[in-house]
């Protein structure tokens, strides 16, 4: 059984930790579907800045090539100039990737997503991550009985 | 204005000028009096679309933290789309709301805009009334946006039977812009564009 809470991604309670009402109630209304239409919408707003400790500890590395350019700035890089560089590779000069970072958590030139610090926002990119899951499951079960 | 945003726009500009786009006519990009803050963009309407032969003005403003930001873009030629309102000329599109990315320029916005002619998303619509003649009638919108292009944007389709309506209106005195709005709104039925204008 150590599968269901995490299938469900619940946890179990504490000791002596009392039920929350409140979240089992928005479970039911989640789990049976009510909120569907509002589901299958995208988070409603610009997603929350990235993380301050992600953004501090991105790597910084030296332009070797000519020819790029700072997608925010749209200003050329120089050979021997030091960028920061995202984990999906594209790099900025780093006040200009800063300012956005501290705007939004993505990549602007992927929309590669970066960790924030925002509770609210990870609760529903898991949820999001779950659903997909979930889809992909029941069509590769269907694919095994059908095809 | 903010001393990134500026030069970007500068550069941007530089771009576009160079683009493909714009040495095809599909795409336009204007100052208007000198300042990096304001511009004017142009779209021709897309091929195989009721847009077609038209051209379409937008206002284009730069806020002091673009490209952090979004550009604020509208519609300054009437156009009768489900994403752009009839009236105010906004234009429903996520990039220029919440999945804005500092990357784009004016040129990808422009031609994102001009996709939009393209494929309509009645299912997010600015304008309920078009969306709905969109999704019930796709032939009288078709017609209905085809007319618009004619009369607003310069496009080559006159459609006669129209044009006759809103001339009846305008001969009891309703100005032309309304008397067009309402017709089209009441699927070109002349009595019930009529009762709703006096009522």
Redo the contacts between chains.
């Keep these: 059984m150590a599968g269901y809470f995490e299938e469900m991604g619940w946890r179990e309670l504490e000791d002596g930790e009392q039920p929350d009402h409140l979240l089992h109630m928005a479970r039911f209304i989640f789990e049976f579907g009510f909120n569907e239409d509002f589901n299958a919408r995208?988070?409603?707003?610009?997603p929350p800045p990235a993380s301050q400790e992600t953004v501090k500890n991105l790597p910084e590395t030296t332009i070797e090539s000519d020819g790029k350019s700072c997608?925010?700035?749209?200003?050329k890089f120089n050979i021997g100039e030091k960028v920061t560089e995202m984990p999906c590779n594209h790099q900025y000069h780093t006040t200009?990737i800063s300012?956005?970072l501290n705007?939004t958590n993505?990549c602007?030139?992927c929309?590669y997503e970066l960790p924030t610090d925002d509770e609210v926002y990870e609760q529903f990119k898991r949820n999001k991550k779950r659903s997909e899951q979930k889809q992909e499951d029941l069509a590769v079960l269907h694919n095994s009985m059908f095809s | 204005m903010a001393n990134?945003a500026a030069?970007?726009i500068k550069?941007?500009f530089k771009?576009v000028m160079k683009s493909e786009e714009v040495a095809g006519g599909t795409i336009k990009l204007e100052l208007v009096h000198d300042s990096w803050t304001e511009l004017q963009g142009e779209i021709a309407g897309p091929p195989d679309t009721p847009y077609e032969g038209g051209t379409f003005l937008l206002e284009i403003k730069v806020p002091e933290t673009y490209?952090?930001?979004p550009p604020k873009i509208r519609f300054m030629t009437k156009i009768w789309h489900p994403n752009v309102s009839s009236v105010t000329g906004a234009i429903c599109l996520d990039i220029l709301k919440?999945?804005?990315?500092?990357?784009?320029?004016l040129r990808t916005v422009l031609l994102s805009i001009q996709a939009l002619l393209s494929a309509a998303e009645p299912n997010d619509p600015q304008d309920a009334v078009v969306a709905k003649q969109y999704r019930e009638d796709i032939q009288l919108f078709n017609l209905t946006a085809r007319h618009w292009t004619n009369v607003y944007a310069g496009g080559p389709t006159a459609i006669w039977e129209f044009n006759q309506k809103v001339q009846v209106l305008l001969d009891m005195g309703i100005d032309e812009d309304q008397a067009r709005v309402a017709l089209s709104t009441f699927d070109w039925e002349l009595e019930r564009a009529t009762e709703h204008l006096f009522s």
């Design positions: 995208e988070w409603p707003k610009l997608p925010i700035c749209l200003k200009c300012i956005w705007t993505s602007p030139f929309r | 990134i030069k970007r550069r941007e771009e490209p952090f930001n919440d999945q804005w990315a500092a990357a784009l320029t």
